[in-house]
């Protein structure tokens, strides 16, 4: 089954302690994205990769890191979260050349992460 | 402002019903155009592109008018299935690394 997918769906950490947030796809996509989630703001990408080894920032990158070592996966990183960045977080994919209304993206079942 | 705005709702509608949502959106030089439907704590899923002659899918009818830069969706005989918050997306570019969102809209069809 062709799919995203997200691990953990819940994390509930503390200030400060580093996480990562796993995301994999088996649809061989180029690109991949992180987005959150927030009430009444919609979604807003923080990075995004165009292909491996080539990523680059979205409109709120501060405080995450990424990397795209192999095609399939684009962890999400929080080297030191703080409670602003309690939301919740998706991970996209899509095919990259064929243009947007021929290549929708494709979601994870979301990770809904607090910061206390 | 927001570059995608839509009206949060919620709107309650009796099953039958048919109800229309819009969405504004502030760049005139976006380029394609998208309904997402995220049901509750769920991932958004395309429920239909929008493009510009306009376009029908079942009971569901997008519009575009690039003029007034304003996308709508049109559900016919609404579903209680149809109970979901609907997410306009719209692209600057051809690639999908530009996408904006709409903070969606939310609808109840109710029996």
């Known amino acids: 089954e062709a799919q995203v997918t997200q691990n953990p769906r819940y994390l509930i950490t503390v200030t400060g302690k580093k996480l990562t947030v796993t995301c994999s796809q088996n649809?061989?996509?180029?690109?991949m994205s992180w987005y959150r989630q927030d009430p009444g703001l919609g979604l807003r990408q923080i990075y995004y990769?165009?292909?491996?080894?080539?990523?680059d920032k979205g409109d709120v990158p501060e405080g995450y890191k990424v990397s795209r070592k192999e095609k399939r996966n684009f962890p999400l990183i929080l080297e030191s979260p703080s409670p602003n960045q309690t939301s919740l977080y998706f991970c996209?994919?899509?095919?990259?050349?064929?243009?947007?209304?021929?290549?929708?993206?494709?979601f994870g079942n979301g990770t809904r992460l607090t910061v206390t | 402002r927001k570059e995608v705005e839509q009206d949060p709702g919620p709107f309650n509608v009796p099953e039958g019903a048919t109800v229309a949502f819009n969405c504004t959106y502030s760049?005139?030089?976006?380029?394609?155009f998208f309904w997402y439907r995220q049901d509750c704590r769920k991932e958004p899923k395309l429920l239909m592109s929008?493009?510009?002659s306009g376009n029908e899918d079942g009971r569901f009818t997008a519009q575009l008018n690039r003029a007034s830069q304003y996308i709508s969706l049109l559900i016919r005989d609404s579903k209680l299935s149809d109970s979901a918050t609907y997410l306009c997306?719209?692209?600057?570019?051809?690639?999908?690394?530009?996408?904006?969102f709409g903070a969606g809209t939310r609808l109840t069809v109710k029996p």
């Open positions: 929008v493009y510009s």
């Open positions: 990769s165009m292909n491996v080894e080539v990523t």
């Open positions: 996209a994919s899509s095919l990259r050349d064929r243009g947007s209304y021929n290549s929708p993206l494709h």
């Open positions: 997306v719209v692209n600057r570019l051809r690639t999908n690394n530009d996408m904006r």
């Open positions: 649809m061989n996509h180029e690109y």
């Open positions: 760049n005139s030089a976006s380029q394609s």
